[in-house]
């Protein structure tokens, strides 16, 4: 039951400062995550509405090209996860694709409302497709997916208002990633009021309001089957970044008052587009992907933040290949996929987070531990940032492989130190941003 086990693992992945289950069912339920596999699947394959692209002059169009195999890719699964104002929709693929992506307006007259179509090219439904998945998460409202000729399978999103969209390819493994943003429904500061813990969190430092920082999502890095790069003893990347995550956490909520949400909060495998998707429906103010660096050189050592960009850098682009399960290759596809589009919805502020973070983990890492090295703050293509709709980095905070920097990081007393280090950091961004906006 894999989307039984999926639903849980998302269940389980939220901490916030209140210690009400978020994404349980009911009317608290914020966040829709669904997965189609076999035996779940569309009515009717093609959409009314949506027959052909050339009746409606409605329609636009976008699309991309990605050589072909030899033999068709077959669709084998379609998953999502939205809220009110936000959905990604994931389609798993064999192999790689053309695609394009096609907007039909409301039409009133007909009854059909707003929808976006996907059209796989050269591709067969290895799904059953009788029925549409009801979504009606305030947003999207179902997915249709079927056959729609020999050689294209199409997958229809209708939804209840559309304002943008954004549809890219992540490889290995292959899957179609479709961010959609419809219009605000309310006014947000009523839905924060709305949902705010019932038992104020004690606030000793500055509250989030006068930060600008309502919401943080935390992403520990890994997880599960990914246990991210090993140290020296058998250490495991994925528990130091957990340990770290959760004392920020738990900090940031305390100490700020500041809403947090974990990507995963215990040891279980998340995919990367899930952890940017979370980010985005829960519509943060902030993306932390926490992560320890690895190298075949013992030696490696020093502390170096990312901020989503191309990059020419070697170094950059082997992390991210490491960092995202990839090969190097893979990356400088994505690259050039990526290079017509919004690649980093928040660069200034990203680059300005990094610095702040990055300038705060030097810093006071270095009062405690001697001399640290400075690798500096970069620039690279990581997938789990890739459409984060708010300032988002990834930390790389010291050198698993490193026998000195990987002990001390699996030590108590040196996870508080860098938790007081990004905890300072995000402070310090949140006094710039704001000061910023005065100016
Ligand atoms: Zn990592």
Redesign the pocket.
């Given at each position: 039951m894999k989307s039984k086990r999926f639903l849980t693992l998302l269940a389980l992945a939220t901490l916030s400062a209140s210690a009400a289950p978020r994404w349980a069912r009911g009317d608290g339920q914020r966040l829709q995550l669904a997965q189609m596999q076999r035996n779940e699947v569309a009515k009717e394959a093609i959409p009314p509405g949506a027959s052909a692209r050339s009746q409606d002059a409605s329609a636009s169009e976008d699309g991309k090209t990605i050589s072909g195999g030899a033999n068709k890719a077959r669709l084998t699964g379609v998953r999502f996860l939205s809220s009110k104002t936000y959905t990604r929709v994931m389609m798993d693929l064999t192999q790689e694709a053309r695609f394009e992506t096609h907007r039909l307006k409301e039409d009133p007259a007909k009854g059909l409302p707003p929808r976006i179509y996907i059209d796989i090219i050269g591709a067969r439904l290895a799904i059953d497709s009788k029925e549409a998945i009801p979504v009606q998460d305030g947003l999207l409202r179902q997915v249709r997916v079927g056959q729609f000729s020999l050689d294209v399978v199409r997958v229809v999103l209708d939804m209840t208002s559309l304002r943008s969209h954004n549809t890219f390819f992540l490889p290995d493994p292959y899957r179609l990633v479709i961010d959609i943003q419809g219009q605000e429904t309310a006014d947000r500061s009523a839905a924060v009021e709305r949902n705010k813990t019932p038992t104020p969190p004690v606030i000793k430092g500055p509250k989030p309001a006068a930060l600008g920082i309502r919401k943080i999502v935390l992403d520990p890095?890994?997880g599960g089957k990914d246990p991210?790069?090993i140290g020296a003893g058998g250490i495991a990347?994925k528990d130091i970044v957990l340990s770290v995550a959760q004392k920020l956490a738990r900090k940031l909520a305390k100490e700020m008052g500041i809403e947090v949400v974990l990507t995963r909060k215990n040891d279980s495998f998340v995919r990367l587009e899930d952890r940017t998707a979370i980010a985005n429906a829960e519509d943060a103010d902030l993306f932390l992907s926490l992560?320890?660096n690895a190298s075949t050189s013992g030696d490696a050592k020093g502390l170096e933040t990312y901020y989503l960009d191309n990059t020419s850098d070697e170094a950059s682009i082997r992390l991210a290949a490491r960092?995202n399960g990839t090969s190097r290759k893979n990356i400088s596809d994505l690259q050039f996929i990526l290079s017509d589009m919004t690649q980093n919805m928040k660069l200034e502020d990203s680059i300005s987070l990094a610095h702040r973070l990055h300038g705060s983990l030097v810093d006071s890492m270095s009062k405690k531990l001697g001399a640290v090295k400075d690798l500096g703050v970069k620039k690279a293509l990581f997938y789990v940032l890739v459409g984060a709709r708010m300032p988002s980095v990834l930390v790389e905070m010291f050198f698993i492989t490193n026998k000195i920097e990987g002990q001390a990081m699996s030590r108590e007393t040196y996870q508080n130190a860098i938790v007081e280090a990004l905890y300072d950091g995000i402070q310090k961004y949140g006094e710039s941003a704001l000061a910023a906006k005065t100016l």
């Amino acid at each position: 039951m894999k989307s039984k086990r999926f639903l849980t693992l998302l269940a389980l992945a939220t901490l916030s400062a209140s210690a009400a289950p978020r994404w349980a069912r009911g009317d608290g339920q914020r966040l829709q995550l669904a997965q189609m596999q076999r035996n779940e699947v569309a009515k009717e394959a093609i959409p009314p509405g949506a027959s052909a692209r050339s009746q409606d002059a409605s329609a636009s169009e976008d699309g991309k090209t990605i050589s072909g195999g030899a033999n068709k890719a077959r669709l084998t699964g379609v998953r999502f996860l939205s809220s009110k104002t936000y959905t990604r929709v994931m389609m798993d693929l064999t192999q790689e694709a053309r695609f394009e992506t096609h907007r039909l307006k409301e039409d009133p007259a007909k009854g059909l409302p707003p929808r976006i179509y996907i059209d796989i090219i050269g591709a067969r439904l290895a799904i059953d497709s009788k029925e549409a998945i009801p979504v009606q998460d305030g947003l999207l409202r179902q997915v249709r997916v079927g056959q729609f000729s020999l050689d294209v399978v199409r997958v229809v999103l209708d939804m209840t208002s559309l304002r943008s969209h954004n549809t890219f390819f992540l490889p290995d493994p292959y899957r179609l990633v479709i961010d959609i943003q419809g219009q605000e429904t309310a006014d947000r500061s009523a839905a924060v009021e709305r949902n705010k813990t019932p038992t104020p969190p004690v606030i000793k430092g500055p509250k989030p309001a006068a930060l600008g920082i309502r919401k943080i999502v935390l992403d520990p890095g890994h997880g599960g089957k990914d246990p991210g790069a090993i140290g020296a003893g058998g250490i495991a990347e994925k528990d130091i970044v957990l340990s770290v995550a959760q004392k920020l956490a738990r900090k940031l909520a305390k100490e700020m008052g500041i809403e947090v949400v974990l990507t995963r909060k215990n040891d279980s495998f998340v995919r990367l587009e899930d952890r940017t998707a979370i980010a985005n429906a829960e519509d943060a103010d902030l993306f932390l992907s926490l992560h320890m660096n690895a190298s075949t050189s013992g030696d490696a050592k020093g502390l170096e933040t990312y901020y989503l960009d191309n990059t020419s850098d070697e170094a950059s682009i082997r992390l991210a290949a490491r960092e995202n399960g990839t090969s190097r290759k893979n990356i400088s596809d994505l690259q050039f996929i990526l290079s017509d589009m919004t690649q980093n919805m928040k660069l200034e502020d990203s680059i300005s987070l990094a610095h702040r973070l990055h300038g705060s983990l030097v810093d006071s890492m270095s009062k405690k531990l001697g001399a640290v090295k400075d690798l500096g703050v970069k620039k690279a293509l990581f997938y789990v940032l890739v459409g984060a709709r708010m300032p988002s980095v990834l930390v790389e905070m010291f050198f698993i492989t490193n026998k000195i920097e990987g002990q001390a990081m699996s030590r108590e007393t040196y996870q508080n130190a860098i938790v007081e280090a990004l905890y300072d950091g995000i402070q310090k961004y949140g006094e710039s941003a704001l000061a910023a906006k005065t100016l």
